[in-house]
């Protein structure tokens, strides 16, 4: 395989969290790129995102910190309650070491600060409305075909990053398997705060058995975002409006939010298997986000690793000798870590699911911790740091 190429554009599919931040990091190292996004707009369905430390630091880098900021709302601690009585169990420290902060923050607030910085690069070109509907190896690249309306077009590249999401359609052309239903489902909805009452800043957790509810402050605390998770079963799946039902015995204040905040959206989760391949088509096509590597959302990083993944893929394609080096060592240094971050996401399942009696065990070993040694076990998670790359050889 030859030297990566810097003479013509690398393709992005897909304009979520992971492409976007993946253009910019490449634009960033001196690369033109072009985005194909199914969407005719750019715009995030969900409510909020938590972006602990490791994801900032990569948006840091990029220049948005402070745009960042505007809007969202800078937690010190994650509070973890007891499901029925509300009671405090434990909090744990959110700020990483060296200051960088985490924030809550609506996911359109990040959609636009990320779109508004690829706007501005001269080193990226976005194409709305493009869904990518096959792609085939063509005189060393690809072929890929996108439909835009009744219009269908080609466009040939010679590498291809996958960020299409869980449902991705680029690993469904290769053949690979599905993303696999989790299990549970997810309840999101926004409770407004009255005029004039910021939502206090932080994240508020309440574990529960087979259930756990997060609430956390976004657009600038105006407003709260509220997850409950449950299992998935044919009822729960038809029947947002049993959430009061199914929550009737909990913390009285999560009860009145889930009542504000009416009817709730449900996302069934899904979760990307762990020995699905990442490198394509003879690295001529790399998978990041959710599209190589979807997880449960119980330890709030899906979106912190496709954005970890955005700045290795552009430093190690600026480094390396040859496009396929840049993707072995790409892989070699993300998959022992989303390894690790799948292992935290089961513990934290398992634990904050735990019944009674378990749960007693679970409340009283996290009591007797003090915050600081609770905040060590996350160290290596959030004092991660982005590779570092000459910003000086290109882009905006
Ligand atoms: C309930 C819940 C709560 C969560 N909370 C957090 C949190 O607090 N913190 C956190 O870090 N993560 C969180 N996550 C995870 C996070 O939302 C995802 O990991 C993240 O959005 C993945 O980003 P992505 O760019 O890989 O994919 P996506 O955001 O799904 O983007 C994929 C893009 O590809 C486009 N696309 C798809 N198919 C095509 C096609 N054929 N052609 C062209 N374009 C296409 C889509 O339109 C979309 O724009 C949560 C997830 C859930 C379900």
């Known amino acids: 395989m030859s030297a990566v190429d810097r003479t ?41 995102l938590q972006l602990s430390p490791n994801a900032l630091r990569v948006l840091d880098g990029l220049g948005l910190m402070d745009a960042l900021l505007v809007h969202g709302t800078r937690a010190r601690e994650v509070t973890l309650r007891r499901a029925f009585s509300g009671r405090r169990i434990a909090s744990v420290p959110v700020v990483a070491s060296d200051g960088t902060p985490y924030v809550s923050i609506h996911r359109a607030d990040l959609q636009t600060v990320l779109l508004g910085a690829v706007e501005r690069s001269p080193a990226i070109t976005l194409r709305l409305g493009a869904s990518l509907e096959s792609l085939a190896p063509k005189r060393g690249g690809l072929d890929l075909w996108f439909a835009d309306g009744g219009t269908r077009y080609k466009h040939h590249t010679g590498l291809v990053v996958g960020a299409d999401g869980v449902h991705s359609s680029i690993a469904r052309r290769l053949g690979l398997a599905a993303a696999t239903p989790a299990g549970a489902i997810a309840w999101r909805g926004c409770v407004a705060q009255p005029t004039g009452v910021a939502s206090s800043p932080g994240v508020e957790a309440w574990l529960g058995p087979r259930r756990h509810a997060v609430a956390y402050p976004i657009s600038g605390g105006r407003e709260t975002n509220l997850v409950l998770i449950e299992p998935m079963n044919r009822t729960s799946e038809a029947d947002p409006a049993g959430l009061p039902r199914r929550f009737r015995s909990w913390d009285r204040q999560l009860r009145s939010m ?79 870590r989303i390894a690790r971050v799948r292992r935290r996401v089961l513990f934290h399942r398992m634990i904050y699911h735990l019944p009674a009696p378990f749960s007693f065990g679970r409340n009283t070993a996290l009591a007797i911790r003090s915050p600081e040694s609770l905040g060590k076990d996350l160290d290596w998670l959030y004092d991660w740091r982005p590779p570092a790359v000459s910003r000086d050889v290109g882009g905006d």
């Open 258 to 336: 889930i009542a504000a905040a009416g009817d709730m959206t449900g996302w069934p989760l899904y979760v990307v298997r762990p020995d699905r391949p990442w490198r394509h088509i003879d690295d001529r096509l790399i998978l990041i986000g959710d599209a190589a590597h979807a997880m449960l959302p119980y330890a709030a990083q899906g979106a912190g690793m496709a954005i970890e993944d955005a700045a290795v893929l552009a430093a190690a394609l600026a480094r390396a000798p040859t496009q396929g080096a840049a993707l072995a060592h790409y892989e070699s240094e993300r998959k022992p």
């Open 8 to 48: 013509r554009p690398i393709t992005i599919v897909g304009a979520g969290i992971g492409g976007l931040t993946a253009a910019l990091e490449l634009a960033g190292c001196g690369f033109s790129v072009e985005i194909f996004e199914r969407a005719a707009q750019v715009q995030e369905v969900g409510a909020g």
